[in-house]
């Protein structure tokens, strides 16, 4: 265990996560006054906001994500380490890493949410979130080799339950992967097969509340209701999943269904790093921070973005998107160069600029506030926040040209599946036969 | 095992392999006259010349792979098969798949070739080669895994180690590897890091024969030479690799080196199915074929590109590069036409235009014949028949996108790594300490 101190006078911060919020509190603590340390368990920084494009093949990884060191190349006392936290000692101030540890004089955690599968955790491997790079090259792998199965799939009960695909949960993840998968088949794949007519895909949204996109006016959430359903996919709200199978997905509210696909979107955890300090976590393991986001009886760390808990002006929890983890980071950023210079910190408030969510190609909804809108708009409104605020000249210029590909040619460029052709096996089938070698061609003559 | 029999009046043709040969015997035979299945163990046509540039970070997968079944969406006859050949049955006219079996009346095989460690075979885990996309990104981020941990390392021999790479085999693949490697350290990375220089990377080009690029005349051979050390690229000749561990390779020719990251560019064997025939193969695993490409004793087989050997006008064997396969591919479609027609087969004979590589950032060699070409001029050549030859509009221009950006900004818009964490971890170390669980922070109070 070897012990990263890299000798200074000036005291050195922390930042544990390099999404929204642990990247603008680097910025911002980016000058002369510091030393800082980034750590993230991966390489780059993630445009989460689009990531559902890669699990759709829209776009490809590296489109939204860019090397973290090379986003924090011009801080000259800014430091990128690829690596997992395993433990922090709040006393002794230190980070341990599998196999180092970092002394640290404040601490920042931005290290976010994972899903959570409300205690059902064997549905993990059939029905995989949408969080990481990795998440969705999976998901995308799925989605397109169930289609390919299907084409090869003789049995009709079989190939029915290949092109259906389930979706839980209705917030904006689950409303954009559904759209999309919607669109690929009833017209990216429309002419790729011979066997199969992709038209007959079943796309089934299952949302256990009221109604989709929650989190939005009623008569917006109605208005992606129904462009949802133009697309071609079942919405079906008051529909709790009960059981998940590699083969069916049962419900309460609806019958069961079998599919060889599911998708999850319902639910997040936050990143166990919370509860590694010590303090107290909420039942999604997000840590309650005082005003000034700091935790409480540890004035020297920092937790924000989703792995935090705060309630708003409205006294309403502030809901995990991207404005409100870049905001902390920026205020946490800000505090810390108070602290050391002494001066009292700040408590943070959140400038709420709206909300946006889109359906598919050409249709979204944005509740900016002041104005609501809907379809050709409002997608234009999503398309230009969304490229405005990717990292890098060239991911805007080529993702601008993937989309323009995408929506002139209703092609999607990115349809590639990686990884061993041993996966196409199914679980169930691998596990009877393909233990034992394949068969040698001389036992087929 | 299903039947997969597509009930016709017409002769069925089944391709194996979707690469060069097989794609361009699909569109020979895309017309009325026959029902065409191809079948490959991915989704994806790839552009293997251009492999190197994903496996250095300068292009994303989708750059240079397209769906086969969008390749070929208008040839109405043909179907597209995601599927693995694990026997063929010459005299019943069967193809067989993990779980179906495909009747044929004409077999092509174009399932082409994968790398050789000459029976060391321990060598593969180590030391990957690069054929496919999962190869491609799998030393990608072997590459931008070794600087990583190089980055976290304190201990000065292990880091050295780390910021060692070792090329073997001296073939195009191995010169563009090297150059890609020396480009990225000495010109990229080189204001990322803070505890390492990048520029004291080492990459070793070993090659066993006594020149690099031995298909080249002298004279280009050694221009690409004495360009790969003007890039920082130590090449050595005469040297062999006789054993290659996680930590050292050791050579007959040079001594030993300490080193993390090993790249194979060394031999090749050709796709097991040539076996599956029952024919002769050679000691690379290929089969010879007639002058007409079918095989002997098999009139109705045809065997195409890498899996093939057969004898050049000169006498000596054709090489395994894309155009002998894109032209075997077209002659194969012809003469299967010429044989439902009744007609003779006609043998087959191959047009050289030429022979390139590069050697990185604006530097080839290309041997054209009438003329021989090195430096920038070479390498426009090489970048304007491979962006000629790229399939897809949308490739072309992302290509040439990607090209630009890195080639002004000097970047690589693609350094991503994906996978586990986990896989961070040294193989040795992992055995060691990551069985159990990680320790609880609790642990370290």
């Given at each position: 265990?070897?012990?990263l ?5 000036r ?9 929204f919020?642990?990247?603008?509190a680097a ?9 800082v ?18 699990a759709?093949?829209?776009l490809?990884p590296?489109d ?9 190349r ?9 690596g ?5 000692d ?21 290290a ?12 993990e491997?059939?029905?995989p979130g949408?969080?990481?790079?990795d998440?969705?090259?999976e998901?995308?792998?799925r989605i ?10 003789v ?9 259906t ?6 917030g ?24 199969i007519d992709?038209?007959d895909?079943r ?6 509340g009221?109604?989709?996109l ?17 697309k071609?996919v ?13 083969d ?6 609806a019958d ?7 998708l999850?979107?319902?639910g ?9 300090l010590g ?8 840590v ?7 935790v ?22 502030l ?10 980071g920026?205020?946490?950023g ?6 050391i ?10 400038r ?11 249709a ?7 104005v ?29 040209l993937?989309?323009?590909?995408a929506?002139l ?11 061993d ?14 233990e ?10």
């Open positions: 265990m070897a012990i101190d890299y000798p200074s006078d005291p050195r911060i922390v930042i544990v996560g390099a999404g919020g642990g990247l603008n910025k911002q603590l980016g000058g002369d006054e510091c030393d340390v980034v750590i993230d368990r991966v390489n780059h920084h993630l445009f989460q906001p689009l990531l559902y494009q890669v759709t093949a829209a490809s590296a939204i994500s860019y090397p973290i060191r090379a986003v924090l011009n801080l000259k006392r800014t430091r990128t380490l690829l997992e936290v395993v433990g922090i709040t006393t002794l101030r230190r980070v341990y890493l599998h196999e180092d540890e970092i002394p640290y004089d404040y601490l920042i955690l931005a976010g949410a994972r899903h959570s599968y409300f205690g059902n955790k064997e549905w491997r059939i029905a949408l969080k990481g790079l998440d969705a090259l998901i995308r792998r397109l080799l169930a289609f390919e199965k299907a084409e090869r799939e049995e009709p009960a079989r190939r029915k339950a290949l092109l695909f389930v979706v839980i949960g209705g904006p993840t689950g409303v954009e992967l559904a759209g999309a998968i919607a669109e690929i088949a009833k017209q990216v794949m429309v002419d790729d097969f011979r066997s992709p038209t895909t796309v089934i949204l299952a949302e256990g009221p109604r989709i929650a989190t939005f006016p009623e008569e917006l959430s109605k208005k992606a209701e129904s462009a949802l359903r133009d071609g079942w919405v079906w709200a008051n529909t709790l999943a009960t059981e998940i199978t590699e069916r997905v049962a419900f309460k509210g069961p269904v079998a599919t060889r696909t599911v999850w979107a319902a997040v955890q936050a990143s166990p790093l919370g509860r590694m303090a107290a976590t909420d039942r999604a393991g997000r309650p921070v005082e005003p000034d986001l700091s409480k009886g540890l004035p020297n760390v920092f937790v924000i973005g989703d792995l935090a808990s705060l309630n708003g002006k409205d006294g309403k929890p809901p995990g998107v991207a404005p409100v983890a870049m905001q902390q920026r205020h946490v800000k505090n810390i160069l108070r602290a210079e002494g001066k009292p910190l700040l408590p943070f408030e959140y709420d600029k709206g909300n946006l969510a889109t359906i598919g190609r050409a979204a909804i944005a509740d900016l506030g002041f609501r809108l809907s379809g050709f708009v409002a997608w234009m409104a999503w398309l230009f926040v969304h490229v405005l605020y990717l990292i890098g000249f060239r991911n805007r210029a080529a993702v601008m993937n989309w323009t590909w929506y040619k209703m092609q999607r460029g990115a349809r590639l599946i990686y990884g052709v041993e996966r196409l096996v199914e679980p169930s089938e691998h596990s009877a036969g393909h034992a070698e394949p068969e040698p061609a001389s036992q087929h003559r």
